[in-house]
């Protein structure tokens, strides 16, 4: 095994135990306040995602970074010049701008996000958010006589939130786990063809996990675009 991968190996497996322990806590201090506050938790996660999906697509990228050449790139994206193009203009990049990029790189080649790994979806989203915030929970309801629902319902938002690319991805690909066609099935992620009311308009339902948020995203959309604070030029680089 290689440094990088026991890395991964070693932060995944921190992951999985912080999120068993503050499930226990949950189980631990039951009460009829923790299948609601699950719910909040997963509608929470639900609206971060499109909050942060729609600041993503609209946010502008950095102009001169030769962005543009890449999104318009006319030849195979599997050339040795493409990904030669694509490494030196990366490596300019912010780590924020290189995620921006991806969300608008992703509405004209949505199937690419779905053959990504997990790791490479949610990654990031582990290491500078979820293991942190996970930890952070296992501190407070050890520490302090915090209400078992308080747990479930942070402990779900976490998951929510760290999952949201990952569910994201799903709706970009045929095959997919049994989890995953059964919680769409109970109603706890969407569906692809809700979700391509999104790549239909761009101006809409930018909610990723279950969509129950997207009628409260819409309405932010509306009033942040009528006050000029998004606007379409963000939705593609430009030179």
């Known amino acids: 095994m290689t440094g990088r991968k026991f890395t991964i190996f070693a932060i995944v497996l921190l992951f999985a135990g912080s999120l068993a322990l503050n499930l226990s806590g949950a189980v631990d201090r039951w009460s009829w ?16 995602s499109g909050l942060v ?8 990228c950095r102009p001169g970074m030769g962005l543009d050449r890449l999104y ?20 300019q990049l912010s780590p ?4 921006v990029y991806d969300f ?6 949505p199937n690419a996000l779905g053959r990504r790994t997990m790791w490479r979806q949610i990654g990031s989203t582990v290491i500078a958010g979820a293991l ?13 006589p915090v209400p078992g629902w308080a747990v479930a319902g942070a402990f779900t938002f976490i998951l929510g939130g760290t999952f949201a690319q990952y569910f994201h991805g799903t709706l970009h690909r045929d095959h997919n786990p049994p989890v995953v ?16 009311l999104h790549h239909d308009t761009l101006t809409r339902d930018f909610a990723t996990n279950c969509g129950w948020s997207n009628p409260v ?14 606007t379409p030029a963000g939705l593609e680089p430009t030179a």
């Not at 995203?217 to 998004?230: C, D, E, K, Q, Y």
């Open 181 to 196: 066609r059964a919680m769409r099935r109970l109603g706890l992620l969407m569906t692809p063809a809700a979700h391509q």
């Open 53 to 60: 999906h729609m600041y993503m697509d609209y946010r502008p």
């Open 132 to 144: 942190p915030a996970s930890i952070l929970l296992n501190i407070l309801w050890l520490a302090l």
């Open 72 to 91: 318009f790139y006319e030849g195979s994206r599997e050339s040795d010049h493409y990904q030669a193009l694509f490494r030196q203009t990366m490596a």
């Open 217 to 230: 995203v819409n309405l932010i959309f509306n009033a942040a675009t009528r006050r000029g604070l998004l």
């Open 96 to 99: 924020l701008e290189r995620l």
């Open 104 to 109: 608008k790189n992703h509405h004209p080649r």
């Open 33 to 48: 306040l923790i299948p609601p506050a699950m719910i909040a938790g997963w509608y929470a996660a639900d609206l971060m």
